[in-house]
């Protein structure tokens, strides 16, 4: 079974550029997880999915900030502009449901903002 | 919210040593998990332990959900557990959200 697949693995962007990552969750999971990884601020959520419908976006930074789910099967997490602050590691995980699941994660993309 | 503190936060085996990784929480949880971030960057599911023990294979984890803790014992080490592990937990007042601890840094030397 396919795992949760993100792309890209790697971007590298200069500032003010906007970047788009992408997410296919777990076939079956209803629920979708976007998480940054720093060496500051350790895991922390910025927002989730539950039935295609954000449930809580309260750890997103700022404005600059989007995520979407526009079907099952598909979501991303846009950064429009970009800062060099932006630069960390994105995991998207999926669950069967919003609580109380295991959650399963992706690769993560590696972003670096120049 | 809830407070998810790991210990110890370094910790260098010798293959073929036992050790215990904890996890304290402050609050009642619904869901605790347990993952491996290996030295490529994956996550990998250990544990999916809101109560009880588990085991699989030379790992194994109990939580206390009444006393709230948690423990991850790793048996015989190997170079391949290598990497951070952390403890991840829900409370029924943070639902559907995970807070992460800081993670156990574990090196195991040859």
């Known amino acids: 079974d396919a795992g949760v697949i993100q792309s890209p693995r790697h971007e590298v962007t200069e500032m003010g550029q906007e970047v788009t990552l992408r997410c296919k969750p777990i076939?079956?999971?209803?629920?979708l997880f976007w998480y940054r990884q720093t060496m500051m601020r350790g895991l922390e959520l910025l927002i989730y999915f539950n039935n295609n419908v954000p449930i809580d976006d309260s750890g997103m930074p700022e404005d600059r900030f989007s995520a979407k789910m526009p079907n099952a099967s598909f979501s991303t997490l846009k950064i429009q502009p970009s800062e060099p602050r932006d630069s960390a590691v994105y995991f998207c995980?999926?669950?069967?449901?919003?609580?109380?699941?295991?959650?399963?994660f992706g690769p993560g993309t590696r972003l670096t903002v120049t | 919210g809830i407070q998810v503190e790991q210990s110890p936060p370094d910790l260098i085996l010798q293959e073929g040593a036992n050790s215990t990784l904890r996890c304290n929480f402050s609050d009642s949880v619904n869901n605790l998990q347990w993952f491996h971030q290996n030295p490529w960057g994956q996550l990998i599911n250990l544990f999916y332990?809101?109560?009880g023990t588990k085991q699989n294979g030379r790992l194994s984890a109990t939580t206390v959900a009444t006393e709230r803790y948690s423990l991850l014992y790793i048996s015989s080490s190997q170079t391949t557990d290598s990497g951070v592990y952390f403890c991840?937990?829900?409370?029924?007042?943070?639902?559907?959200?995970?807070?992460f601890g800081a993670g156990t840094q574990v090196v195991v030397t040859p």
């Open positions: 332990i809101p109560s």
């Open positions: 076939s079956g999971h209803n629920s």
């Open positions: 991840a937990v829900e409370t029924t007042d943070s639902w559907g959200k995970f807070q």
């Open positions: 995980a999926s669950s069967l449901n919003q609580a109380g699941y295991e959650q399963y």
